[in-house]
């Protein structure tokens, strides 16, 4: 299966160091697109081990990383958040799951910070690694995303706005695990847990590892994840 990028390029690929965002990445080099990593480091528990992968997809493929330092987010969240959404990964968008009628998730902080990145390095687009089960939480998700788009264009009338582009949407998953199988993604190297602080293992109860096993059955991949229980 080959994911489609259209003809932009050249493309930054926000890299969070899941499943979804590393398939991305091997997605966009398989098409041949000159990419570079956006990471957004947010000092969550899970944050040291998102980077880990950020940095190692970066020597590996030898290509330029940008760390861009989103704590300050998280700072603000405290008091005003749930804990356990604080704790979990920007593009979840789980708020709705948490019974918080105020609580929205900060997802669009990460896409505001990566479409500045854009701009300012002359890049074409930028790639979210947004899977169905998001689009499903959030129906109107890429109507969304079009309007951001829109509104880029707005506020730079006089010169291209960088395309934002979503070419997992339609895949759930179990697909994107087939789909990362099959172009060799190290799986295992992937960071999921939203709980594990000092240790090298996923959590294993926590909803995210939780997920994740789930996906990993109905896919029908080996799971090569290392669980604490």
Same mark, same amino acid.
């Given at each position: ?113 990566? %479409? ?46 960088? %395309? ?31 709980? %594990? ?33």
């Amino acid at each position: 299966m080959m994911i489609e990028f259209g003809k932009h390029d050249p493309i930054v690929v926000v890299l969070s160091g899941g499943i979804d965002s590393s398939v991305l990445l091997y997605s966009a080099i398989e098409a041949g697109k000159q990419v570079t990593l956006f990471h957004g480091y947010y000092n969550k528990p899970s944050s040291q081990h998102e980077l880990a992968f950020a940095k190692w997809a970066s020597q590996n493929f030898r290509l330029p990383l940008e760390v861009v330092d989103l704590s300050g987010i998280t700072s603000m969240q405290v008091g005003y958040v749930d804990p356990v959404q604080i704790a979990s990964d920007e593009a979840d968008m789980k708020a709705e799951e948490l019974n918080n009628e105020n609580a929205i998730s900060g997802f669009h902080t990460l896409v505001s910070a990566v %479409a500045y990145f854009t701009q300012i390095t002359g890049n074409a687009a930028f790639a979210l690694g947004l899977i169905a089960e998001q689009e499903a939480r959030r129906p109107e998700l890429r109507i969304a995303l079009d309007l951001f788009e829109q509104f880029l264009q707005k506020l730079n009338p006089h010169s291209a706005a960088p %395309a934002l582009l979503s070419p997992l949407l339609g895949l759930a998953k179990k697909d994107v695990i087939k789909l990362g199988a099959q172009m060799n993604v190290p799986l295992e190297r992937t960071w999921s847990c939203s709980a %594990a602080v000092q240790s090298s293992n996923h959590c294993g109860v926590c909803s995210q590892c939780n997920e994740r096993k789930q996906a990993f059955i109905d896919s029908g991949v080996p799971d090569v994840t290392t669980y604490s229980a």
